[in-house]
């Protein structure tokens, strides 16, 4: 159930929250004690569908406040879908209105830079100003593995990944304040 997550952060008293298999590739340029846009509940996860203003909940932050409030969105959410086969914090998000929330899309998703050695370098670009990277069951899916890898093996691939990504690419700079309307 999604939803404990949420409830988990406000009974934290806020802050970040992030998926397990999100992981950091370039820095804040600041110390980490504010959160962004006034504690207002932002999503920093690759974007869905730019149009309704909805993103993956990979990378969350938001004040104590913000994250009861949107919990409470998501558990309405939920009892309003309640027939539905599955339903998400991310199917959730994709219903709310464009204003219960702020999106900065910073994270990459890894089947945009798992496209084979060809496209290697164009993995550079796809990082440059991300804060994380996704490595998603779903991206996964759709990305290039090595010959005999499965998605099973998806802490090594993101390990490699890392190492490479570490050695090839410049670390870049996230500003909190890259904010898309």
């Known amino acids: 159930v999604y939803i404990h997550r949420w409830l988990a952060m406000a ?58 409030r949107v919990a409470g969105l998501i558990i309405d959410s939920y009892v309003e879908h309640k027939n539905e086969n599955h339903w998400s914090d991310m199917n959730a998000l994709q219903h709310m209105d464009y204003e219960e929330f702020e999106v900065i899309p910073s994270v990459a998703v890894a089947n945009d830079v798992l496209q084979g050695e060809k496209t290697e370098n164009e993995a550079c670009i796809v990082t440059e100003g991300m804060r994380a990277i996704h490595f998603s069951h779903y991206a996964l899916q759709h990305g290039v593995l090595r010959p005999g890898e499965t998605l099973n093996d998806r802490p090594q691939i993101a390990k490699r990944w890392l190492r490479w990504w570490d050695q090839n690419c410049d670390i870049t700079e996230v500003s909190v304040e890259n904010r898309i309307k």
Do not use: C, Q
Request: hydrophobic share 35%.
């Open 11 to 68: 009974v934290a008293g806020g802050g970040w929250m992030t998926d397990y298999d999100v992981l950091p590739i370039n820095p804040f340029d600041w110390e980490g004690r504010d959160l962004p846009n006034d504690g207002k509940l932002t999503v920093y996860g690759d974007t869905i569908d730019a149009r309704h203003h909805s993103a993956v909940p990979s990378l969350v932050s938001g004040s104590r406040e913000e994250w009861t």
